[in-house]
């Protein structure tokens, strides 16, 4: 399973960014849960949002409402909507699915390479 993360780069305050995740694989059964993650340096990677197979939008980690995720595992897509960026919105984005891939019974998770977002004053 390969994931490609695009959208991330430099934005001033108050920007937005839209970043992109499109998972392929010959093997991929079904994707179960598609995530957007976030890792500040010295510190553990953290979930953003995600989303799950036929629920839609299962967790948001945003009390100022400026993030909104979307997408549809079925087409193995995922986008994170980030409106009005504040400085300590820089870090790096990565995304991560949770699939069944070819005879496996349950699901593995795996990570794109990351993308870097970066807000400047």
């Known amino acids: 399973v390969q994931l490609v993360e695009s959208g991330g780069g430099v934005v001033q305050t108050g920007g937005s960014l839209r970043l992109s995740c499109v998972a392929s694989?010959?093997?991929?059964?079904?994707?179960?849960?598609m995530g957007w993650h976030r890792q500040a340096p010295g510190k553990q990677r953290e979930l953003v949002a995600g989303?799950?197979?036929?629920?839609?939008?299962v967790y948001l980690d945003d009390p100022t409402g400026r993030f909104t995720i979307s997408g549809e595992t079925a087409q193995k897509t995922s986008f994170l909507q980030m409106n009005n960026l504040q400085i300590e919105d820089t870090t790096d984005y990565y995304c991560?699915?949770?699939?069944?891939?070819?005879?496996?019974?349950?699901?593995?998770?795996?990570w794109g390479d990351g993308t870097q977002v970066t807000v400047s004053s």
């Open positions: 991560d699915v949770l699939a069944r891939v070819g005879y496996a019974a349950g699901d593995n998770s795996y």
């Open positions: 989303i799950a197979k036929g629920v839609g939008t």
């Open positions: 694989g010959e093997d991929i059964v079904e994707i179960n849960f």
